[in-house]
């Protein structure tokens, strides 16, 4: 447990970082825990990650998150890396040990899970073929999940080949790989399709896939945020499929890091849904 005469300190690495929503996030945590501290955004260069995170000790922060483009980088900068965060490639959450090692680790699968788990309670990894569309560092995070989950075929579609059959090749059997061209057609028989590209965010053109040969009991997932509903999930929607936004996954990795800077585990409630909604 935290320890209740120190000003708690954590934040995000980012560069941009001013959209970030973690501070909105993690204040509110602050406060419904009634514990002093706070969680800052920190626009930090590429050229300045190593100093910034060497300097996490020094300044008395517990730790903080990491988001573009500091995932991959921060990977050779910590002294420790979980087994998750290897097998991922990226790092999203650092903690800063008493005698100032730095852990990494990796929220984002457990997020992209619970929020999956919370929205369709009946969903099984292995009820199914898992269309996985992108193959960046979300895709990673997503495949290691589902692995993880027991997903027994993973179609992976990229717009560049081969960096869907790099993770394929990494993954292991149950991730097969597929050119972007044939992305409609493996839609038949999915019992989950899931966006992890950039498309649909605000600012991008939509994702250009066709719907038509989903069956009609899938679940469609985007892990974008920005809008709460992408092109992708309204026409998912318009086809009678259950979709999940991607605003879950960035809140349920929260509860993950708090548990490893400060020992206890805040409630992602239907408040702070609706507070970060607001800010969309
Ligand atoms: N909800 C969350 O907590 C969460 C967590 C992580 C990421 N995200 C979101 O997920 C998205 C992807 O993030 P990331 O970190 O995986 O990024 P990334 O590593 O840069 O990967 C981007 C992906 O988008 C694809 N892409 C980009 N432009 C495309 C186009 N015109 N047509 C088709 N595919 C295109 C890329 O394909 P190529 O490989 O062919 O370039 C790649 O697969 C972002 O919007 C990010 O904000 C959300």
Not at 8 to 20: K, N
Not at 46 to 75: D, M, V, W, Y
Not at 247 to 269: K, N
Request: a neutral charge; charged letters at 20%.
């Amino acid at each position: 447990m935290a320890n209740p005469d120190r000003f708690l300190l954590a934040g995000v690495m980012g560069w941009p970082v001013m959209h970030s929503r973690s501070p909105m996030i993690h204040n509110y945590w602050f406060k419904q825990q009634g514990m002093a501290g706070t969680y800052v955004p920190l626009a930090i260069r590429p050229e300045g990650l190593a100093a910034a995170l060497r300097a996490l000790h020094p300044l008395g922060f517990s730790g903080c998150n990491l988001t573009i483009p500091h995932k991959q980088e921060a990977l050779n900068i910590v002294d420790e890396v979980d087994a998750a965060a290897r097998r991922i490639g990226a790092i999203s959450c650092v903690t800063v040990r008493p005698d100032g090692a730095l852990i990494g680790s990796n929220n984002d699968a457990f997020g992209f899970i619970r929020n999956l788990q919370q929205a369709f309670p009946d969903w099984r990894a292995d009820a199914g073929p898992v269309l996985v569309i992108g193959a960046g560092g979300g895709a990673r995070a997503v495949c290691y999940g589902l692995m993880e989950q027991g997903a027994q075929e993973i179609r992976l579609v990229n717009r560049h080949f081969e960096r869907a059959r790099e993770i394929a090749d990494e993954f292991g059997a149950q991730i097969r790989a597929y050119p972007w061209q044939q992305r409609n057609e493996v839609m038949a028989g999915a019992a989950l399709v899931i966006n992890t590209t950039s498309q649909g965010m605000v600012g991008q053109p939509a994702l250009e896939v066709d719907l038509d040969l989903l069956p009609e009991h899938a679940l469609a997932a985007d892990i974008v945020y920005t809008p709460l509903e992408t092109p992708f999930l309204k026409a998912a929607r318009q086809r009678g499929k259950r979709t999940v936004n991607g605003l879950g996954m960035l809140l349920h990795q929260g509860p993950r890091a708090w548990q490893a800077w400060f020992g206890i585990e805040p409630a992602v409630t239907a408040e702070l849904r609706a507070l970060v909604e607001s800010s969309l």
